[in-house]
């Protein structure tokens, strides 16, 4: 399915369905009211953010010399990452600083209280309520460039094929120098135009994505489904389609969470981020369900393979990434101290990993980084780090409940704004999901709208459906099926 989000960026482009803004804001108030999203932060929390960026606590080692750049979408402020690649003998050296939280924050304090209330970001697409305060997460500490920033520094030297072979990390001090968004990347890529640390990063991306191939890993090939508030104050809804870049950038990502996760087993000591394989028959009625719409899958071919096939733009494609987000489920963290836990890896990925690149907007990768600098240091990992992990599950699972369903209610909200003069129109859209004989889930493109369609029809069809009700205050977009869209082509 195509993943729905909220995108705050006020530099937008000139893409998507452009949605009425009367009403908007009320309606996004009422989903923080409904929902109880945190609001302002109370004074001593922002008394101790002022106090810390005025004088936080540094570290000795200075690698300000190293010109590293940032790579985030379009207005982004609260920037947790800062990277810089370069040749190292036949192979790579990465070297990846996450933004460092402790030198601005004291276990036990107003901030740390508040950021375990909140346990992270949530995005709206009329603005953010944050985890930490701006002054700390868009200001002292985020890695903005032309600014010296205390950070934990990753060392990642990586063999020639993209495995890695040493990990270090220490805290120091760091400036980015270049700040790019994923298309301004992209465009020097494919204008020849780039950098070395740009064209390494697609060196080492793709051969990192090779590796994950290897290991049976599984990439979704997803649209992303969402809202953005343009420079002109307009919203638009839309299906935005992904760059090379961003799975490349991704793939740093994920190295140093599959890094961080194999220091914390051998230390015995951390929280992974989990999730069990898909059940075995769950991925032989998949198997059986590609059949079923007509999409070949060799037996030779693994599960991520065949998902890094599929095209989005194809009706029975569509139905199937649709279909694979099903087997994705189970997802937690686990805490350990002591006995490893006996389930370590997490099944997408097909390795042990663990969050630790997004302090930032994420309780959970603080205590991450800290094991790791003090496992890597030869240190004691510290009691407050150690004390917190086993709360650590309860409260990011249920940050995740709150920011999943504000996204799902704002975007339901945008749907119906965009589409309530609309009612009775039809729509070509495709058939993404059945809900019984008689509804559907479908996907409309423009405007980019997932929503419960009434009627029988098959999987994968291409339709046109009517519109029957789009109401903003309810959030409710519903569709009826009406004549088949020309040239249609059901599945038998």
């Not at 000795?60 to 379009?74: A, S």
């Not at 072979?165 to 220490?170: D, F, I, L, M, S």
């Not at 599959?258 to 230390?267: C, F, K, P, T, Y």
Request: with cysteine; aromatic share 6%.
């Amino acid at each position: 399915m195509a993943r729905r989000r909220i995108n705050v960026s006020p530099d937008a482009v000139e893409e998507g369905h452009v949605v009425p803004v009367d009403g908007l804001e009320a309606a996004f108030d009422a989903v923080r009211a409904e929902m109880k999203v945190p609001a302002d932060f109370p004074e001593d929390v922002l008394e101790e953010a002022r106090a810390a960026v005025a004088a936080p606590r540094l570290p000795d080692r200075d690698e300000t010399d190293l010109p590293m750049l940032t790579i985030d979408p379009p207005g982004s402020m609260d920037l947790d990452q800062a990277m810089h690649i370069a040749r190292d003998g036949s192979g790579f050296l990465v070297r990846y600083a996450i933004a460092d939280l402790p030198a601005f924050l004291a276990p036990d304090g107003p901030m740390d209280k508040e950021a375990w209330q909140r346990g992270q970001t949530v995005y709206l697409p009329d603005g953010r309520a944050p985890l930490h305060p701006p002054t700390v997460s868009e200001g002292g500490a985020s890695l903005l460039p032309g600014r010296e920033r205390p950070a934990y520094l990753w060392d990642l030297r990586l063999d020639a094929q993209g495995r890695t072979t040493e990990v270090q990390v220490h805290r120091a001090m760091v400036r980015s120098v270049d700040r790019f968004d994923y298309e301004q990347v992209q465009q020097r890529l494919d204008e020849g135009t780039a950098d070395e640390r740009l064209e390494l990063l697609r060196e080492v991306g793709e051969r990192r994505i090779a590796l994950e191939r290897e290991r049976g890993g599984a990439g979704l090939p997803m649209p992303e489904q969402e809202v953005t508030l343009d420079e002109r104050g307009r919203y638009r809804i839309g299906f935005r389609p992904l760059v090379p870049v961003e799975e490349w950038n991704a793939q740093i990502s994920l190295l140093t969470g599959m890094a961080a996760a194999a220091m914390m087993l051998r230390g015995g000591v951390g929280i992974l981020r989990t999730m069990p394989e898909a059940d075995r028959e769950a991925v032989a009625r998949f198997r059986r369900q590609a059949g079923a719409l007509g999409v070949p899958w060799p037996a030779e071919t693994s599960y991520g393979d065949f998902l890094r096939a599929l095209d989005r733009t194809n009706p029975r494609h569509l139905a199937l990434i649709h279909d694979a987000t099903m087997l994705f489920r189970g997802a937690g963290y686990t805490p350990f101290d002591g006995a490893v836990p006996e389930q370590t890896e997490q099944a997408a990925v097909a390795a042990p990993y663990a969050h630790v690149t997004a302090p930032l907007r994420r309780l959970v990768d603080r205590f991450g980084l800290a094991v790791c600098e003090a496992l890597s240091s030869g240190a004691d990992v510290p009691d407050w780090v150690r004390t917190a992990l086993p709360a650590l599950p309860e409260v990011m699972e249920r940050s995740d409940q709150l920011a999943g369903s504000v996204d799902r209610a704002c975007l339901n909200v945008v749907e119906a704004a965009a589409l309530r003069t609309n009612v009775g129109q039809t729509f070509p859209a495709a058939v993404v999901e059945l809900r019984g004989d008689d509804e559907s889930l479908v996907q409309v493109e423009d405007p980019a709208i997932l929503a419960p369609c009434a009627g029988r029809a098959e999987l994968g069809e291409e339709v046109r459906v009517r519109l029957v009700e789009a109401d903003m205050e309810r959030r409710v977009v519903r569709f009826e099926l009406a004549d088949p869209a020309p040239g249609a082509d059901p599945v038998s």
